[in-house]
């Protein structure tokens, strides 16, 4: 796990295997290093299907695409959106507010990037993400409001991967460089031993992401300066890395009582801890 600057991870207990890095960073309370290390506890977790490519609503405006990497399907109206199978990710901005139906949204070779100003909202909702191009953007200004399934096939799970990756692409890149917004490259990786994919939460209005998200190839890059997640009856993170920056204060709430959603067998109740076995 990594800290950085002013960044805060708040937890009743925070347990390491792998060590951490503090920089400037806060951890309440300060880190046990020498923790057992822990094997994936969703490994046996099965993907969702995916299915045939989804079409925008004839009310979304699809700009053409510009470059290889940049989302297929490109939303700048306030809509709300089926869930599917997104070939090529999907890109929500200019102000757009999108509202998703519940079930579940595959970013199939692509990724998932709101930006500019705008906001997505959704209960009963998971995304999964495959593909060496997938992972995910929540920009500054953006504001983000997600409740995991309460049953199916991702009960519990906000967001899953694909559990191998080979050549990952940083989708902050593609932000930055076809849509002119003033994203700082993400901080390289502490100590990376295999290929990641990124998920970045920039955004200062990202209170309520409530559920579990399973990232077994993935890397969450929390550099918002406002807290992340502190809305949430309960949030766990399952990731290959945790990294801090600016001024975030994630919060791993425990409330397991206060919300339908369950909690997938593993991973909880753990009340209040945060463990870190890598």
């Known amino acids: 796990m990594v800290g950085g600057d002013n960044a805060m991870a708040r937890a009743d207990t925070i347990c390491s295997a792998g060590g951490y890095l503090g920089l400037r960073a806060n951890f309440a309370p300060p880190p046990q290093t020498g923790c057992p290390v822990i094997e994936d506890p969703l490994k046996d977790r099965p993907a969702p299907g995916i299915g045939a490519c989804m079409t925008l609503p004839s009310s979304a405006k699809k700009p053409p695409k510009q470059k290889p990497n940049t989302p297929a399907n490109q939303i700048d109206q306030s809509v709300t959106l089926e869930p599917g199978t997104y070939c090529g990710g999907l890109q929500i901005t200019n102000n757009a507010v999108v509202t998703l139906r519940p079930g579940i949204y595959v970013m199939k070779d692509g990724p998932l990037i709101v930006d500019k100003s705008a906001t997505m909202t959704g209960r009963d ?4 993400f495959t593909g060496n191009t997938s992972g995910l953007v929540f ?4 504001t983000i409001s997600l409740t995991a399934p309460t049953t199916g096939t991702m009960a519990g799970l906000l967001m899953m991967e694909e559990r191998a990756v080979e050549t990952p692409l940083d989708p902050s890149d593609v932000v930055d460089v076809d849509y002119g917004d003033t994203i700082a490259p993400t901080p390289p990786p502490l100590g990376q031993s295999k290929a990641m994919r990124t998920y970045r939460i920039i955004s200062d209005n990202a209170r309520t992401m ?3 998200i399973y990232l077994p190839a993935g890397r969450v890059v929390i550099d918002a300066k406002r807290p992340v997640a502190d809305q949430s009856a309960y949030t766990v993170v399952v990731a290959q890395q945790v990294n801090l920056y600016e ?7 425990a409330n397991y009582d206060q ?8 991973v909880g109740p753990i009340s209040g801890k945060l463990l870190l076995s890598q």
């Open 125 to 128: 909702v998971a995304f999964y």
């Open 139 to 142: 920009d500054k200004k953006t």
């Open 210 to 212: 409530l559920g579990t």
């Open 247 to 253: 001024g975030p204060n994630l919060y791993l709430n």
């Open 259 to 266: 919300t339908s959603v369950p909690v997938p067998k593993g």
